[in-house]
């Protein structure tokens, strides 16, 4: 019988990444769930995690190797939202590395850690957000949705440097959501949102690779 597949989900402790952890679960992966303060869940293997820490990343990569020799699906879900009520005139340079370091050289430390240790057909999902379209501009959350610009960008280099090793890397957008960062106004649930990530992972191909996507349809760069 085979091995179930070894998934990795980044920011796992609450919102849409605890989601997915125990929704992989729920279909029978081996899922380990990346955290910065661990606490058990069910049966998620918990790792610690700083996705913004160099020599977190590396740590966990090491654990992962050892206990696993290998990892099918990472989901780079950890973000954060740090400038919601600052205009792109006002936000300051601290707001802006703080908000870059986590959620586009966190998604690709977390890649270049990991990428050695995935097989043909692993997936790399990058938790993107619609605050990162070039083509429908807007004046929140600057330095969030430029954040998530530069990972759609990272997301097509990695998906052109992974092609010939078979394995796909895609940006997903799981839509407004109801989660702290969401907050109780975003019209749709953990599990919408969650199940708009999971398209990436149990229901592409797997060809689709460097593309940005909501409820599995294609999202605009
Ligand atoms: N909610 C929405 O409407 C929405 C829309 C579009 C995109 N997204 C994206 O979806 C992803 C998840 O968002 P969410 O709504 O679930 O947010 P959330 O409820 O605020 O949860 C964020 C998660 O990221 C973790 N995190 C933050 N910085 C981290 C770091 N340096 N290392 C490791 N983990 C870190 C947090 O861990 P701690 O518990 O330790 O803080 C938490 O688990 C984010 O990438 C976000 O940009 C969300």
Redesign the pocket.
């Known amino acids: 019988m085979n091995e179930p597949s070894v998934a990795l989900v ?10 997915v952890a125990l929704r992989l679960l729920a279909r029978g992966y081996t899922v380990i769930a ?4 661990p606490e058990p869940l069910m049966d998620l293997e918990i790792l610690t ?5 160099e020599g ?1 990343v590396r740590a966990a990569a090491e654990a992962v190797r050892t206990r696993h020799g290998r990892l099918d699906v990472l989901v ?6 740090l400038d919601a009520h600052l205009g792109v005139l006002e936000v300051d340079g601290d707001t802006f590395r703080r908000t870059l ?3 586009v050289l ?1 998604a690709l430390r977390m890649a270049q850690a990991f990428a050695p240790m995935m097989p043909p057909g692993a997936r790399i999902v990058n ?5 990162g379209q070039l083509s429908e501009p807007s004046t929140w959350a600057p330095a ?1 949705c430029v ?2 610009t530069a ?1 759609n960008a990272v997301t097509v280099q990695l998906a052109e440097a992974l092609k010939s090793r078979g394995i796909a890397v895609n940006a997903v ?11 109780p106004e ?1 019209p ?1 649930s ?1 599990g919408q ?1 969650a199940a708009s ?1 999971l398209w990436a992972i149990t229901e592409a191909g797997p060809e689709v690779t460097g593309g940005f996507w909501r409820d599995g349809k294609p999202v605009a760069w």
């Open positions: 980044t920011g796992a402790s609450r919102g849409l990444g605890r989601e990346g955290m910065r303060s995690l700083d996705v913004a820490d977190s780079n879900n950890a973000g954060v939202l370091e986590t959620n966190g938790v993107s957000s619609g605050g969030y954040s998530k990972l957008c799981p839509g407004w959501v109801r989660t702290d960062m969401g907050g975003a749709r953990l949102g990530i």
